[in-house]
C-alpha cells in the first residue's frame, strides 16, 4: 500500500506540469471533428454533451475548450465525478443476488476506467506505448469498487480494446495497480483489428452470455465499451472529455 501510495504521489507531482498545448494533440483515431463550442463559457456544457452521448462522435477537444479540460483533469472535480459513478455502482450492485454458481459478472474496461492515461495525454499529447502501458496509475475510486465486487463474490471480466501481444504488460499493469484475481481477460486478437470497439465488445459480451454467465453491470470510460448489444443490466459510464473511441 505505501509503495502504491508513493507512485501515486510521483503520478500527482508530474501531472501537475503538464501542459496545455500537447493536450491539444490529444485524438483517438478521428472520426468525426466537433467545431462546437466557440464560446468557452459553453465548454461545461460540451463535457455534459460528450459525457451524456449527445456529442456523438468527436474528433479532438475543440480548441477554446482546452483549457477547460486540463482544469477539469488535474482538479478535484474529476476525482469526485469518478467516485460518484463508483457509488453509484455500488448502490445497484447491493441489489444484485449473487447465484453463487461463479457466473455473476462485472465487465470494467482498462484504460482510464482502472488505470489512467491521464499523464501521458497531458505530457505528450498521446495515449501510453505499449512499454508504458505497464505503468499507468490506478484510478483510486475504481479501486475501491472493483475490491469491494471481489469481496460480494461477483467474478471480474476485464474486456479491453488493447492488443493480445500486450497482455503480460497488461497483467503487470494491472498487478502494480492493485488489481488482481480478475476471472477473465479479454483482449484484441488478430480477428479482431479492424473492428470498432463497439462491435468488437459486443461479440464478446454476447460470448459470456451463449456460455451462462449473467452481465450485471459493466464499466467503462467511452460509450462504446457499454452499447451494443447484449448489454449489461445496468451501465455505468465514467468521465472521459480527452478522446473518443468508435
Known amino acids: 500500500m505505501i509503495s ?3 507512485t501515486l504521489i510521483f503520478f500527482l507531482f508530474v501531472f501537475s506540469a503538464c501542459s496545455e498545448t500537447l493536450l491539444r494533440t490529444s485524438v483517438e483515431k478521428p472520426y468525426r471533428a466537433s467545431s462546437f463550442p466557440e464560446n468557452e463559457e459553453l465548454c461545461d456544457s460540451w463535457r455534459l454533451s460528450v459525457e451524456t452521448n449527445n456529442a456523438g462522435p468527436w474528433e479532438k477537444i475543440p480548441e477554446v475548450c482546452v483549457p477547460n479540460v486540463i482544469s477539469y483533469v488535474k482538479g478535484d472535480t474529476y476525482y469526485l465525478d469518478s467516485k460518484v459513478v463508483a457509488m453509484e ?7 444484485v443476488e449473487i447465484a453463487g ?3 455473476d459478472v462485472w465487465i470494467f474496461d482498462i484504460d482510464d476506467t482502472l488505470v489512467s492515461s491521464v499523464i501521458y495525454i497531458t505530457l505528450h499529447g498521446r495515449r501510453p506505448t505499449a512499454e508504458e502501458y505497464q505503468l499507468s496509475p490506478p484510478l483510486p475510486a475504481s479501486v475501491w ?3 469491494i465486487f471481489l469481496d460480494r463474490g461477483f467474478k471480474i471480466v476485464l474486456l479491453t480494446g488493447r492488443n493480445e501481444s500486450l497482455r503480460e504488460l497488461t497483467e503487470t499493469n494491472l498487478l502494480f ?3 488482481n484475481s480478475w476471472d477473465r481477460l479479454i483482449m484484441r486478437g488478430e480477428s479482431d483489428a479492424d473492428k470498432t470497439a463497439t462491435v468488437y465488445k459486443s461479440e464478446k459480451r454476447a460470448e459470456l452470455v451463449a ?8 464499466s467503462g470510460d467511452q460509450w462504446s465499451d457499454l452499447l451494443g448489444s447484449p448489454v449489461a443490466t ?11 473511441i468508435p
Request: without cysteine.
Open 4 to 6: 502504491i501510495m508513493r
Open 89 to 95: 455502482s455500488l448502490k445497484f450492485a447491493n441489489t
Open 101 to 103: 454458481d461463479g457466473k
Open 145 to 147: 469498487l472493483y475490491n
Open 177 to 179: 495497480a492493485g488489481y
Open 211 to 218: 456460455e451462462g454467465y449473467k452481465i450485471h453491470g459493466s
Open 234 to 244: 445496468r451501465s455505468f459510464k465514467l468521465p472521459n472529455p480527452m478522446y473518443y
